[in-house]
Every structure is written in structure tokens, then in C-alpha cells.
């Protein structure tokens, strides 16, 4: 079965001459997460720039294929049903979970490639790469700089040109591997339907935040600051009470905040910081409850965006709603710690801040810290808090038009 020949196996048609034919299909392997989406988005929207004829399917987990619904630059989604799949395994129904792993390989191998392209180095997309039919296939530097779990044994690695280079650039040294020297500009947009824009404004409306009561057009947003305060990572986390503090900052500056994520009952049991100052609010009867409010599992990811689009300020711990935000334009401050801002921080412009402490161990990247954290630790409210009043004066980058949502280009860029 060819699917299982390694790259190196197929070296002898590497793509790296830039001659795909007319019409050729593509395949992008990038499962999840929301930030590896949107880091690799502009290197797919530069190839159809260039290629328009070149048609690209990408498999995607269920959880991020909603930033993927209906893009022009994508012709189909292969979507693995892993919330699905994942409930089967827990409830140990082994049939019907292999079913999805099944239906999932199918939907893989049901086209022949010109090429096949992994973007995120991992064991799961390394299997399902190997196992596509292709002939070219090549996989991404990514985080590492190298691919991880074995992924690299099922396709060509593109070498990494520079170590400092963002994640955004590492993948588009795939398609420059592909397609040659060709121009990049880091441009990210998505498809918003009109009645996604009309459900944020409806939502906002209902508790004052949007003049337009109907949710139509004409309206006006009052100036709001959204709060993300939640990590994948414990050593990602930025103390919550922290992030109350910044809270308080903004509401007594006279804008409005909201707490967005995911929902679920953990970021609910964390967000009781929260909640304890909504209820203070509400006693000592200052005007301050009706603008301070929780979104978390309230939008999809795509009205996400566009409600990110219109607010004054986003900040966050290191995280997929840190990475949209800045990718459809909006003000942008992202917390780090473990992680390096360098190759992995918001990156779509001047509208887009980081802030960390500098200690000698960091970027350390790891998921649990022996000596207690202190990159967070140590990262003082009133830093942050500075940090966002410096970013209020920059102008935000985001554009809507014709159904699409992005970054605006700007002199920052690279």
C-alpha cells in the first residue's frame, strides 16, 4: 500500500521545483489546535494567490473546523469527529469508535494527491499522512523545529532557515518548498455569515452593549474590553485574581468587560474570582453590573472573531482566542510565560503586544514548572495594565468585507 512509504522513500518528487500541474489537489494535515489553524491559514491564502487553480482539502477536528466553514481558499473540509470519537472511548463502545477512525481514513484516501502537507508534526497527522495517497510529501518545522512522535518517518521535513522564525513563517517554508520563491505576506481572513454578525450584535444588544436592538445595521457598539483568562497549560496561567484587578481597571475606566472561553464547569469553578466581583458590583450599586459579563461556550468561534473585531482591547493568557484576535485585526495583549513570544506570540502587526518577565528560564516550554512558576508569578498586575493602555492608542488592523473577516495589513508586518 503506497500510503505507508515514507517521504524520504519518495524524495525523488520533492514538488520543490514549483511545478505542480493545472488543477492539482492538495492536501493540508493540520487536525487542531485554534492557534496552529490560524498559523497556518496565510500559508494556504498566499498558495491560492498565486495558484488559484490548485485545489486544497484540509482535515480538521471537529473543535477548529469552524474557522474553516465555507473559506474561499479551501474546496473541502475532511473533518474528524473527535468530541465524538472521544465519548465512544470513555463509554467503551470500540466499534463504533473505530467507525469514525475508519470513515476518517476513507475520506483521506478517496483522492489521489499531487501533494500532501503536514503542518503540525505529530504522531495522529504523521499516520494520516502516511497513509494518504501522494506522492510529495512534506511536513512542517513547526513549534520544535523539528517534527515530533515519529511524524518526520512518513514525510519530508522542510529544513528551518532561521530558529527565531515564527510559527506563521515555519509553515510557509512548506508551500515556499512546493511552489518557490513566492510572496507572502502573512494576509488571514475568514468567511462570516451576515447571520453570524447579526446573532453577536442580537447577544449584545439584549444587555446594552449594541445601540441596534434588532441586531441590523445602523447600530453602534459600546467600548468593551474581552478578558480570556484561561490556559491549556497550568504554567501558561496567569494568577485569575490578577486578571480581576485588570478587570477592575477597565470598569473603572468606564468600559465594559467580558469574560469569553470555551465554557465548560472547570472555567466555570475558575471563574468565581469573577463572579464574587460581579456580585460586589451589584451591592454596592455603582452602575457596574450590567458591564461586566461571561461569554464563555456563548459564540462560535467565527462569531468569536467578529465580536473580537469590535472590542476595544482583547487580552489573554498564551491561547487560540489570543491567536484569532489578533489574526482578524483586533488590539491584542497576550500574557506569556513558559512559552516563547518570539516564535509563538500574537503576530499579525502593531496592534499586537506580548508581555513576560525576562527570567533566564524562559522560554523554558514546558508544561509543569519545578521552581514554582515565577515567570507568572511575577508578572505584576500594574505591568499588564500598562501594557494595555499603551496598545488602547494604537489604531486596531481589522477589516470586513464582502463577508470577510482579517488583519489589514501593516507596515509591522513581515
Known sequence: MDGWKTGREKDRKSGKDGTLPGGSRILVVLLGRIGDVIFTLPSIIALKAVRPDIRVDWVVEDRCSDLLLNHPDIERLII??????????????WRAAFGILAELLRNVRAERYQAVLDFQGLLKSGLLTGLSRSHIKLGSPSTYGKMKEGSGFFSRQVPLEATAAHLVDRHFLVIKHLLGDIPFSRLFYLRIQEEEKKRVKQTLAS????????????????????????????????????????ARHFLGKGFSVGIIGGGGKQQEQLLEPFFRLKRETIAEKTGIKNRLEFFPGTFSLRELAFLMQHSSLVLTDDSGPMHLSAAVGARTLGIFGPTDPVRLGPSYGGQCMSVHKNLLCQPCMKRRCPIGTLCMDELLTDQVIQEAESLLKIPSAGFDRNGLIGAIKTDSDH
Request: glycine share 12%; net charge neutral; aromatic share 18%.
Open 80 to 93: 474528524f469527529r473527535r468530541a465524538e470519537f472521544e465519548g465512544l472511548v470513555r463509554e467503551r463502545k
Open 207 to 246: 444587555i446594552g452593549w449594541f445601540s441596534g436592538s434588532d441586531g441590523n445595521e445602523g447600530g453602534s457598539f459600546v467600548p468593551f474590553v474581552l478578558i480570556h483568562p484561561f490556559a491549556s497549560w497550568e504554567t501558561r496561567q496567569w494568577p485569575m485574581d490578577r486578571f480581576v484587578s485588570v
